[in-house]
């Protein structure tokens, strides 16, 4: 069983959808959370970290459900320039951050 | 400076070539990482080193070797490497291995061995 599981998608939704990403993480000894946005032949970059209690930046809220092992990112009112691929991300004690395989978003007008 | 700088950006060598990649960060991270990512592909890691000190490596083949000359550097040498070692090379950095943060990563080096 891998790590980290993401629905690869792709999700094709219309400017103005809201659209969510869940992600499942096998390790207990995981202890922070974060999801990446990565464009096409760029290199990974932040978009946020996740917290138990829940967390929003603007259009983008994140969530973790430490119980369930499971983790989630919201995006409200999708914008073309969202359009791109999410990568949860999990830091597992004694090793490294660990990506999932990412989700494709593809925002069309 | 909040970046993590790698060189080069483009790498074109033959299967008999040695050739090194650079990375650089000056935001005072004393962890720095490989990560190997192909194409439609997550980031895979290869090497951890924290405090300049090699902490993990990810049973990458030899034909890889990291180095770590100082806290701001990291360098990838490669020797005798094999067609289907081309992917996108990232190096990354973070304020410390231990603590969980998210990372910063360069804007890769594009290796293609022919």
């Known amino acids: 069983r891998k790590e980290v599981e993401q629905d690869p998608g792709p999700f094709n939704v219309p400017e103005g959808a809201t659209v969510a990403f869940n992600c499942t993480y096998s390790n207990s000894a995981s202890q922070s959370f974060f999801w990446y946005r990565q464009d096409c032949r760029k290199e990974p970059k932040l978009l946020m970290s996740?917290?138990?209690s829940g967390n929003e930046d603007g259009r983008f809220t994140a969530q973790l459900n430490r119980a369930s092992q499971y983790i989630s990112l919201l995006i409200r009112d999708s914008k073309l320039s969202d359009s791109a691929t999410y990568l949860c991300a999990v830091n597992i004690i004694g090793t490294a951050l660990i990506f999932g395989k990412g989700t494709t978003l593809s925002v069309s007008s | 400076d909040t970046e993590v700088t790698q060189t080069p950006k483009h790498l074109v060598m033959g299967m008999t070539n040695k050739k090194s990649l650079k990375c650089e960060q000056h935001?005072?991270?004393?962890?720095m990482y490989w990560y190997k990512q192909k194409a439609k592909k997550p980031p895979e890691l290869m090497f951890v080193?924290?405090?300049?000190?090699?902490?993990i490596n990810e049973s990458v083949p030899s034909r890889f070797s990291p180095e770590c000359p100082n806290s701001s550097l990291l360098n990838l040498h490669l020797h005798a490497l094999q067609p289907e070692d081309s992917a996108l090379y990232l190096c990354a950095s973070s304020q410390d291995r231990g603590q969980g943060g998210g990372y910063t990563f360069g804007s890769g080096t594009r290796l293609t061995v022919v």
């Open positions: 935001m005072g991270h004393r962890a």
């Open positions: 996740v917290y138990s």
């Open positions: 080193y924290s405090y300049e000190k090699l902490s």
